[in-house]
């Protein structure tokens, strides 16, 4: 591999503003297939749906019948009230499954192809996305980097075909036929180059970067991708995962908060602890703030290691940082390196990108 050393003296282009690809012309004519995308991660499913960028926690339990939903809770909403069946079986999905299953967790096998949640996962947010009862999808996923070499052509056997799907709406349970025509598995991160690359409808705008060489390091809730493409080609021995991610410093919070305050928090209790450096203790607020900066100092100095014994960050022309950790760490990470940018809005830049990248190879199909 040719590795130039260009400067980067400018920053990237200005994405420019989306261009809608007329979903009411598409919606139109049910028989077109919808271009999808879904970017499975150990931590939260995060789908387009239109031009919202969505999210779940990936938890999967056992469903049951519920017999009663406050009309006043605060768990009202849709995303929050998931329940799917498939194959016969009842699934609580998400918020609900955390809410409500018993021995729910966030236990997503590293091999997805044959762990059964993740298919239950991928056919929620599908039947999320459905407005017919029988409708075609093409379909943009990712894998872990260390993952995609071996299982993406399988996974793309494992998805591609038809499915029913019931999936609760407004109340009721409603059946839904959906058929999987057109599936394309890309290693997770380059969802976030094509989120740079193209436009909503799929068209470069960004040719500069199709032309460099490009890292990207992706920090998610249990692992931490590294992706290099050269000229959009994945540069596979130089990519890899680790298990560095945001669930180390959910760990070190229990902690401190089972230490000062004698309070035990869940796993899914601590996405929100995290994210808003607040905790409620005997109904006042108590702030975090210093402890979080003290692990996320923590965790980001694993973090500048591992590229730096991974990477000469020289050898690249940027080095784009995403995802949900990437932009919890941004703070901490980009001073140690002066190429490196964090993407906006970045724990969904994945999906962004593989729904750029849908519409982009499915234009006409
Ligand atoms: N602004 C933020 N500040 C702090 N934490 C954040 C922020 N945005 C997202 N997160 C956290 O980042 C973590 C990782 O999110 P992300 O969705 O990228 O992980 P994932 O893709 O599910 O995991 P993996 O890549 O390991 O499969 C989550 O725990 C989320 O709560
Ligand atoms: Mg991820």
């Known amino acids: 591999m040719g590795l130039r050393a260009v400067k980067i003296d400018k920053p990237l282009p200005r994405r420019e503003e989306a261009v809608t690809a007329g979903p009411e012309a598409e919606e139109s004519w049910s028989n077109a297939a919808k271009n999808i995308a879904i970017d499975i991660g150990y931590g939260f499913v995060k789908l387009l749906s239109g031009q919202q960028a969505i999210r779940f926690p990936s938890v999967v339990g056992r469903g049951r019948e519920l017999n009663y939903l406050s009309p006043l809770s605060k768990n009202n909403q849709p995303l929050d009230n998931l329940q799917v069946n498939i194959n016969g079986q009842n699934y609580f999905v998400g918020s ?26 991928l056919l929620t947010a599908i039947g999320l996305l459905s407005q017919w009862e029988d409708q075609k999808f093409n379909l943009v996923t990712g894998l872990p980097t260390s993952y995609y070499a071996n299982y993406g052509k399988e996974w793309i056997r494992e998805l591609t075909g038809q499915y029913n799907i019931g999936i609760r709406q407004n ?23 094509y989120d740079q690359m193209l436009n909503t409808i799929g068209n470069t705008i960004n040719q500069e970067l199709s032309e460099m060489i490009v890292g990207i390091v992706d920090i998610g809730f249990k692992t931490t991708d590294y992706a290099v493409a050269d000229k959009l080609e994945f540069i596979e021995h130089l990519s890899s995962s680790t298990s560095t991610g945001l669930a180390n410093v959910h760990r070190l919070l229990a902690n401190y908060l089972q230490k000062n305050f004698n309070l035990e928090k869940q796993d899914y209790e601590l996405d929100e602890i995290v994210e808003e450096a607040a905790v409620r203790v005997a109904g006042k607020a108590q702030d975090l703030s210093t402890a979080r900066n003290e692990f996320f ?13 991974r990477w000469d960050y020289r050898q690249f022309d940027i080095i784009l940082l995403t995802g949900g950790g990437g932009e919890a760490l941004a703070q901490y990470i980009i001073p140690h390196f ?12 994945n999906a962004r990108g593989f729904q750029k990248l849908a519409n982009n190879l499915f234009a006409n199909r």
């Open 171 to 193: 109340g009721q349970m409603k059946q839904k036929k959906v058929s999987l025509r057109e599936v394309c598995v890309i290693p997770q991160p380059f969802g976030t180059l």
């Open 96 to 121: 609900l499954a955390i809410r409500q299953s018993e021995l729910a967790s966030r236990s997503l096998e590293q091999n997805r192809v044959v762990d059964p949640n993740a298919k239950i996962l």
């Open 297 to 309: 100092t923590e965790i980001a100095r694993k973090i500048i290691n591992e590229i730096s014994s």
């Open 338 to 349: 002066p190429n490196k940018v964090l993407v906006d809005n970045a724990q969904y830049a």
